[in-house]
C-alpha cells in the first residue's frame, strides 16, 4: 500500500493474510492516521523474505510493525527486525503477535534467556516467555489500564480504554517480575492485572501491545497510538 510518495516508510512485517481482520485493518487504520499525522508509505514484507542481515533490507524504512496473525513462516526473521528496530532507534509498534515477539526478542537480548519459548511452538517449554493465556481473547474487546506515568498512557490522554483483541498467548508469569525494573516497562495491565503492552524507554518509540488497536480502522476511527506510531516514522524521516 502506498498512500504518497516521499512520505516516511513502514515496514509491515508479518505474513499477509486477506481473511486476518487485523490484516484488513491495518491499510485503514494507516490511512486515517495520515489525517493527523500525514501520510505514509507502507509496505508489507512476509516473514519468508527476511534474510539474516535486516538492516541491509530494512535500512530504508523509517518505521517497522510487526503485525498480527503469527506463527511466522520465519520466526526468526521476525526477530532479526525487531532486533534492528530496538538497536537503531526505528520506529516500532507490535501488535498481538507483535508483542509476543518483541518479548521474545527482548528475552534472548537482554534478559539472557538462551532459548525463549513461544508455547504455542514449543508447548512442552518448562517455563515458556510466551504462555497461555488464562483466558483466551479471540474477538473481544476489553478494558486495558494503563500505567501511571507512562509514554502510552500520554498517548491515550485517559488512564484506560477498551481495545479488542484475537489472542490466546502472553507474558509467562515467570517473566512479569523483569518489567518492574530496566528499560523495557509494562505500559498497560487489564483489570486483573497481567501485562498488555509494554514501552521500552530510553528509545524514540518502541510500544508493543497484545491488543490490536489497528481493529479501530475497521469501525472508520483513528487510533492514538497509530497516528504516534506514524508521526514518529515521520520524525525519524526528517
Not at 4 to 32: E, T
Not at 58 to 83: D, E, K, T
Request: charged share 20%.
Amino acid at each position: 500500500m502506498t498512500l504518497q510518495s516521499g512520505s516516511p516508510r513502514i515496514a509491515l512485517i508479518g505474513d499477509f493474510d486477506a481473511s486476518v481482520k487485523a490484516h484488513q485493518a491495518i491499510p485503514r487504520s494507516l490511512a486515517l492516521a495520515a489525517e493527523n499525522a500525514g501520510p505514509c508509505e507502507a509496505t508489507w514484507w512476509h516473514t519468508s523474505e527476511l534474510s539474516g542481515d535486516p538492516e541491509e533490507q530494512l535500512a530504508g524504512f523509517h518505521g517497522i510493525w510487526v503485525v498480527p496473525a503469527s506463527p511466522y513462516a520465519n520466526a526468526r526473521g521476525a526477530l532479526a527486525a525487531i532486533r534492528f528496530a530496538r538497536e537503531s532507534g526505528r520506529a516500532y509498534l507490535g501488535t498481538c503477535g507483535g508483542f509476543q515477539h518483541a518479548l521474545l526478542e527482548y528475552a534472548e537480548a537482554v534478559w539472557g534467556v538462551s532459548r525463549p519459548a513461544h508455547a504455542e511452538t514449543d508447548p512442552e517449554a518448562a517455563e515458556p516467555v510466551i504462555a497461555p493465556l488464562a483466558c483466551r481473547l479471540v474477538e473481544v474487546s476489553d478494558a486495558v489500564v494503563f500505567e501511571p506515568g507512562s509514554r502510552l498512557a500520554s498517548i491515550y490522554g485517559s488512564p484506560a480504554a477498551s481495545e479488542g483483541y484475537h489472542c490466546s498467548y502472553g507474558l509467562g508469569a515467570a517473566y512479569a517480575a523483569k518489567l518492574a525494573s530496566g528499560p523495557l516497562r509494562v505500559a498497560a495491565r487489564d483489570r486483573g492485572g497481567e501485562v498488555r503492552a509494554v514501552e521500552l524507554q530510553g528509545h524514540p518509540f518502541f510500544f508493543a501491545t497484545l491488543y490490536q488497536p489497528e481493529r479501530s480502522g475497521l469501525e472508520n476511527r483513528r487510533h492514538p497510538l497509530i497516528e504516534a506510531f506514524v508521526a514518529a516514522a515521520g520524525a525519524e524521516r526528517s
